[in-house]
């Protein structure tokens, strides 16, 4: 669903991001303010005003959202939860989480949190409207303060919406995991009403689109298809995190890994591993240190008349602390580590020997077992889990 992100600023800590697809949102925040909303609600001013108004709209949208998640970011910090940052996207912002909320009260807190900042942003922001109305404030002035307090009413009543993984759907999982003292089916339920949800909107936007109302219709099913989206995706993470959690990579990983000596040419290492074995990634190992890691890329970069001249060693780059880790290292983290540096293969490293090596086939095969024979209707979402490395370009 991520695609390019551009770190902006830190704010108490945390890293606000924006998507590219944010910064079409805003063009067109901007565009349908200053070209439609604010003349036809404020008439008779310059074109030059009405620009002004919409950038100012959409940067007051943009703090709206940025306050709005870091509310749930310091709720969460203050619970000891790893906080990675704030991404601003197509449908709005989301506060990264790296692990899921200790209790449900923690849970209920930390969902609640951002739609109260916006409840209170909305009536700060209309109170002020008010004001400048009555003060006989500039027309520009009254109208931007009053939009971005009813974009925030709009931001309250979205996220509200009972279906995870809104903030709604969040407090209804809060309550049923507090009711049934089970994560799991709290999260299955939750996230059902949000598909549910998600089905209704869809819905909508095609009654939309059949009473030739396009934009808007296709506005409805785009954030209804996100929303089934992310209910189905965060329904999967909560499995795979409760199959994974407290499971040592030493256990998932192959303590007898291919290894290649520096010494050999990088003909030998084409014709002898890459060939032979399908990886795109080899260790480097002399004396059961391991030396540094080849890559098909570093290979391409050698001229084909050279291969058989050069020597792996010459090649091989030193392993850096994405495609390595400890053997004690939760695999949680290992899959978060693949997912985030999109490699399908993590060297399992102490003390600068290589203990085996961990592949993301491995990890994925016993979870789909565990999820099988454990998780009951789970084992359907196991699956569509399973990122193929085909599809996602990760590297074997
Ligand atoms: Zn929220």
Same mark, same amino acid.
């Given at each position: 669903?991520?695609?390019?992100?551009?770190?902006?600023?830190?704010?108490?800590?945390?890293?606000?991001?924006?998507?590219?697809?944010?910064?079409?949102?805003?063009?067109?925040?901007?565009?349908?303010?200053?070209?439609?909303?604010?003349?036809?609600?404020?008439?008779?001013?310059?074109?030059?005003?009405?620009?002004?108004?919409?950038?100012?709209?959409?940067?007051?949208?943009? %703090?709206?959202?940025?306050?709005?998640?870091?509310?749930?970011?310091?709720?969460?910090? /203050?619970?000891?939860?790893?906080?990675?940052?704030?991404?601003?996207?197509?449908?709005?912002?989301?506060?990264?989480?790296?692990?899921?909320?200790?209790?449900? &009260?923690?849970?209920?807190?930390?969902?609640? @949190?951002?739609? %109260?900042?916006?409840?209170?942003?909305?009536?700060?922001?209309?109170?002020?409207?008010? #004001?400048?109305?009555?003060?006989?404030?500039?027309? @520009?002035?009254?109208? *931007?303060?009053?939009?971005?307090?009813?974009?925030?009413? =709009?931001?309250?009543?979205?996220?509200? #919406?009972?279906?995870?993984?809104?903030?709604?759907?969040?407090?209804?999982?809060?309550?049923?995991?507090?009711?049934?003292?089970?994560?799991?089916?709290?999260?299955?339920?939750?996230? /059902?009403?949000?598909?549910?949800? $998600?089905?209704?909107?869809?819905?909508?936007? #095609?009654?939309?689109?059949?009473?030739?109302?396009?934009?808007?219709?296709?506005?409805?099913?785009?954030?209804?298809?996100?929303?089934? $989206?992310?209910?189905? +995706?965060?329904?999967?993470?909560?499995?795979?995190?409760? @199959?994974?959690?407290?499971?040592?990579?030493? !256990?998932?990983?192959?303590?007898?890994? *291919?290894?290649?000596?520096?010494?050999?040419?990088?003909?030998?290492?084409?014709?002898?591993?890459?060939?032979?074995?399908?990886?795109?990634?080899?260790?480097?190992?002399?004396?059961?240190?391991?030396?540094?890691?080849?890559?098909?890329?570093?290979? &391409?970069?050698?001229? /084909?008349?050279?291969?058989? !001249?050069?020597? =792996?060693?010459?090649?091989? =780059?030193?392993?850096?602390?994405?495609?390595?880790? %400890?053997?004690?290292?939760?695999?949680?983290?290992?899959?978060?580590? +693949?997912?985030?540096?999109? =490699?399908?293969?993590? +060297?399992?490293?102490?003390?600068?020997?290589?203990?085996?090596?961990?592949?993301?086939?491995?990890?994925? !095969?016993?979870?789909?077992? &565990?999820?099988?024979?454990?998780?009951?209707?789970?084992?359907?979402?196991?699956? @569509?889990?399973?990122?193929?490395?085909?599809?996602?370009?990760?590297?074997?």
């Amino acid at each position: 669903m991520f695609g390019k992100t551009i770190t902006l600023f830190r704010v108490f800590g945390f890293a606000v991001r924006i998507d590219w697809s944010w910064i079409i949102i805003v063009a067109l925040v901007v565009w349908s303010l200053a070209g439609g909303v604010f003349p036809r609600l404020y008439e008779g001013l310059y074109w030059g005003s009405y620009l002004v108004m919409g950038l100012a709209a959409a940067l007051g949208l943009f %703090a709206s959202i940025v306050v709005h998640e870091l509310c749930h970011s310091l709720v969460a910090r /203050r619970y000891g939860l790893p906080m990675k940052g704030i991404t601003l996207f197509l449908f709005g912002g989301i506060a990264e989480m790296g692990d899921e909320p200790p209790s449900p &009260k923690a849970e209920l807190l930390m969902a609640a @949190a951002g739609p %109260a900042a916006s409840v209170v942003l909305c009536g700060v922001f209309l109170g002020a409207s008010l #004001i400048s109305g009555a003060a006989g404030g500039p027309m @520009a002035v009254t109208g *931007v303060l009053r939009w971005i307090g009813y974009i925030n009413g =709009v931001l309250v009543v979205f996220n509200l #919406i009972p279906g995870f993984p809104l903030d709604g759907g969040r407090v209804l999982r809060a309550i049923l995991w507090r009711w049934k003292g089970d994560l799991r089916g709290a999260t299955r339920t939750a996230s /059902r009403v949000g598909a549910v949800f $998600g089905a209704v909107l869809i819905g909508l936007g #095609i009654v939309n689109l059949l009473l030739l109302n396009p934009i808007g219709g296709l506005w409805w099913i785009l954030i209804g298809m996100f929303i089934r $989206g992310a209910a189905k +995706m965060g329904y999967q993470q909560v499995l795979v995190r409760q @199959a994974l959690q407290g499971e040592p990579v030493r !256990r998932f990983m192959n303590p007898q890994p *291919v290894t290649v000596p520096p010494a050999i040419s990088v003909d030998e290492l084409v014709s002898d591993f890459v060939y032979h074995y399908h990886y795109k990634m080899f260790p480097v190992v002399e004396d059961g240190r391991l030396a540094g890691c080849v890559t098909t890329r570093q290979i &391409k970069q050698v001229p /084909r008349a050279q291969w058989t !001249r050069r020597a =792996v060693g010459e090649l091989a =780059v030193g392993c850096s602390p994405e495609n390595t880790i %400890a053997p004690d290292a939760d695999a949680v983290a290992a899959l978060s580590q +693949m997912n985030q540096h999109h =490699v399908s293969r993590l +060297m399992v490293v102490s003390d600068g020997r290589l203990e085996g090596v961990l592949s993301l086939k491995d990890l994925l !095969r016993f979870l789909s077992l &565990k999820l099988e024979l454990e998780g009951g209707e789970a084992g359907e979402g196991a699956k @569509a889990n399973v990122p193929d490395s085909e599809d996602t370009g990760w590297e074997e």
